[in-house]
């Protein structure tokens, strides 16, 4: 059993006066894939902007040990929390090179963050062919590369990724599926993935959670939520 | 012809100026999405600062540069202080707060330092050089002017810092999500505003000598120019700030007279706005979703 990186208690957040999550309880283990499912409007996306402190939010949120409910989104940023945003967040003015080196402009290790853009590179071929181009001129699934690249330049602990797979061609989700494979297994970063896709989530993921209306409706190891009947038939498409 | 050539050279020596003060309000506005109204005063105040250190007996040189260091201080701290609570605010209410800002720069500069015309010391020596077509101060002013562009665009294009700058500018969001204080930059980028027009405050103000109003003539013309380019474009400024100093001495000089050489500008400005408002060198980013 590896240590918590991640432990939220009671996280309630929204926009202006709506409210959108009523007290969420979850946590990501060091190093593992975590899995957030649920249907459009369930409060997915807000729950990653609630803990990058994107907008309000209260409760209790704990990084490695340490408060960051109170924290300013750079701060928090700081700690070694990347984030994959909704939309991907693309800098579209700026190359692709240029992206990648936002990514990193936290750090202070330059032999390192040399390092970094050769292996993310290798990684993405793709971005490399085009790492002199306008980014907002790369294709859907290359910026989605682009935000997830960017993202592991700061090297961080946790990782927080909002539908990578939305918009894109099945191709492409596969590509990047395949990818986020290689980076669990290579780098040192735990994963709170949140998806429509839920079969592909599930088929990454240690742990899932069930978001449903701003609640969590069903929280356990992957395969168990996986053959969950409700699930099932709700998510996966199969009969119940 | 002769004549001719020193209007055109001096339309580029005033036209350098209007570029530095059309750079410094492209550079808030891409990164705020604010019109300054107050640059100029700003400019005009920090002048005044320059002309109370060479009249207290510095150098002009040293004077020069802690004109600039104070005048990135002022900026910074009028970001701090003020612009950032309006960051949600309508844009009618920031409009009011800039003209406010102006006014309130204006009032305190007279209050300060008096309604007097001065004389602004030139730190270029008092010998005509290129044929005469050039004063030596005309000719120091472009090479200040040029030298200091040539520097925002390192800055921008190849420091760490600058390229933060730019990302904030175009995606704040995005920008705090890989950690830049985002604040951080923006005090900087109107600390630098501060900087630019100090420099172009204490290159025209030898030209058109120290007082209160000496901006306001220079503000419009360099909201022509940074029309003109396309505002949000720095190169567009910069162009946008030669050109409009040539069309302003030689339309001056040879077709309306030196009395309506201010409407030129605004004349300018409408017609861009309504003929072509992305400006001559408005660059179209192009975004693919």
């Not at chain 1, 249907?39 to 704990?62: D, E, F, P, W």
């Not at chain 1, 071929?125 to 001129?137: D, F, I, M, N, T």
């Not at chain 2, 007996?57 to 104070?70: D, E, K, L, N």
């Not at chain 2, 007279?110 to 005469?132: C, D, K, M």
């Given at each position: ?240 | ?108 500069a007279g209050w300060l330092f008096g309604y007097a015309?001065r ?92 007082d209160v ?77």
């Amino acid at each position: 059993m590896s240590e918590t990186l991640l432990d939220v208690r009671g996280l309630e957040a929204g926009y202006g006066a709506g409210r959108v999550l009523f007290g969420i309880d979850l946590q990501v283990a060091a190093g593992s894939v975590t899995a957030l499912l649920g249907a459009n409007g369930a409060g997915k996306t807000t729950t990653l902007r609630a803990l990058c402190g994107l907008i309000r939010r209260q409760g209790r949120v704990t990084l490695a040990g340490q408060r960051i409910e109170g924290m300013a989104t750079e701060e928090i940023v700081r700690l070694g929390v990347a984030h994959v945003p909704d939309g991907r967040g693309t800098f579209t003015g700026l190359t692709t090179e240029e992206n990648l080196r936002m990514g990193a402009c936290t750090r202070r290790d330059k032999a390192g963050v040399r390092e970094d853009f050769e292996r993310f590179y290798e990684y993405f071929p793709r971005l490399k062919e085009r790492r002199q181009q306008q980014a907002g001129l790369l294709s859907g699934g290359e910026q989605q590369m682009l935000a997830i690249a960017r993202a592991l330049m700061l090297r961080p602990r946790l990782l927080l990724m909002d539908e990578p797979s939305f918009g894109l061609a099945p191709k492409v989700v596969h590509d990047i599926f395949r990818i986020m494979r290689r980076v669990r297994e290579e780098q040192k970063v735990a994963i709170l993935l949140v998806e429509q896709n839920a079969s592909l989530a599930l088929e990454l993921a240690d742990t899932a959670y069930l978001l449903e209306t701003g609640r969590i409706a069903l929280a356990g190891p992957a395969a168990s939520v996986r053959s969950n009947k409700a699930v099932r038939a709700a998510y996966l498409g199969g009969t119940a | 012809m002769n004549a001719f050539f020193a209007q055109l050279m001096a339309g580029l020596a005033t036209g350098g100026i209007y570029a530095s003060l059309a750079l410094a309000l492209v550079m808030i506005y891409r990164s705020t999405h604010h019109l300054n109204f107050a640059q100029g005063e700003m400019a005009m105040f920090s002048t005044f600062i320059a002309s109370m250190l060479i009249t207290a007996g510095w150098p002009y040189w040293a004077a020069f540069f802690a004109t600039v260091t104070i005048a990135f201080a002022m900026g910074a701290g009028i970001e701090a202080v003020l612009v950032r609570r309006l960051r949600n605010a309508p844009v009618l209410a920031i409009v009011v707060v800039f003209v406010a800002l102006l006014v309130i720069l204006h009032s305190l500069a007279g209050w300060l330092f008096g309604y007097a015309i001065r004389p602004f010391p030139s730190p270029f020596a008092e010998a005509a050089v290129a044929g005469g077509l050039l004063s030596p101060h005309q000719l120091g002013a472009i090479g200040v002017t040029l030298l200091m562009l040539a520097l925002m665009y390192v800055f921008f294009r190849y420091s760490p810092l600058g390229l933060q700058m730019r990302a904030t500018a175009e995606n704040p969001t995005s920008s705090r999500l890989v950690g830049v204080r985002v604040n951080r930059m923006l005090a900087l980028g109107w600390g630098l505003a501060g900087a630019i027009g100090a420099v172009a405050g204490m290159m025209i103000a030898p030209v058109v000598f120290l007082d209160v109003h000496m901006m306001s003539g220079v503000l419009l013309y360099a909201f022509a120019a940074a029309v003109l380019g396309g505002i949000g474009s720095a190169p567009g400024a910069v162009i946008g700030g030669f050109i409009v100093g040539v069309l302003e001495n030689l339309l001056g000089t040879y077709v309306v007279g030196a009395e309506l050489k201010l409407s030129v500008a605004l004349v300018l400005i409408i017609v861009v706005l309504v003929a072509k408002p992305s400006g001559l060198f408005g660059k179209a980013v192009v975004a693919r979703v």
